[in-house]
């Protein structure tokens, strides 16, 4: 009978080629646990680089590679949220997710950028969905991506996160019960590009009353500007104080193009202004009713849209 050590060393060193190719699933879980694409990139960087600092031999010994970069990427994740927390205490004004464009309006020219590194764009992707995991616990995050999302045992998140399996079972109900006290009922993606339509068209004519009967009785705003250039520094709420927002910023900014654009697989809306995009809005609707617009401006969170192609 062979020793796992003796096992270990027949096993065949894992090719790069295997290694790399979890790449895009560790972007994936990442972005989706930190809600930016740049820590999400630093998290795999990280992971790789704890799997080249082992030797041949101690890389031979893991049984799945795959599995060992998910469980890497995923403290790393852990440890990341727990820090964020108090970066966004200090954070200037809201913290909004990075949105996130469809694969055709990706913007290329970031180092290393390929199909690979783009973020699949489902419904567990959409601003309404990461707004929500921001209210989580990291513990309950991670639970909650990991066997929702991913669909890893809770024997197996148990092992990422260094809790049991019933603890993390509870980790994810109590994240789970979040998720369906904020959402709010389905709406078909046609529909809400109409309703996200009309908005514009309705905004672009200074036409108050439509836009105050396109938001819901409970609708708000919400603006990041990280500090780094004007924004809303606490969301608006209310139709009336919306639509008079819009037209305020109608009246300021005359020469801002207004464009539909899919925004993290959602209808949304870009603000151009010379070529360049200033503002990508998420719209959450219900019905016929625009519930919540998200307003990113900060230009840390729009490379993906405005680096040149």
Known sequence: MTTPSERAAARPEPTLTAIMSERRHLINLAYRLLGTLADAEDVVQETYARWYAMSPEQQRAIDSPGAWLTTVASRVCLDMLGSARARRESYVGEWIPEPLPDRTEWAGGRPGADPADRVTLDESINMAFLVVLESMTPAERVAFVL????????????????????????????????????????????????????????WEAKDIDALIGLLDPGATVVADGGGLVNALLRPIEGPEQIARYAMTIAAMASDLTILERTVNGQPGLVAQRDGVIEAVMAFDVAGDRITRIWAVRNPEKLRPWTVER
């Open 147 to 202: 066997h929702d999302v991913f669909r890893y045992s809770f024997g197996e998140v148990a092992e990422i996160v260094g809790r049991s399996p019933a603890a993390c079972r509870q980790l994810a109900s109590s994240a789970r019960r979040r998720i369906r006290d904020a959402r709010t009922p389905a709406t078909s993606t046609a529909r809400r590009a109409g309703v996200v339509r009309d908005f514009k068209q309705a």
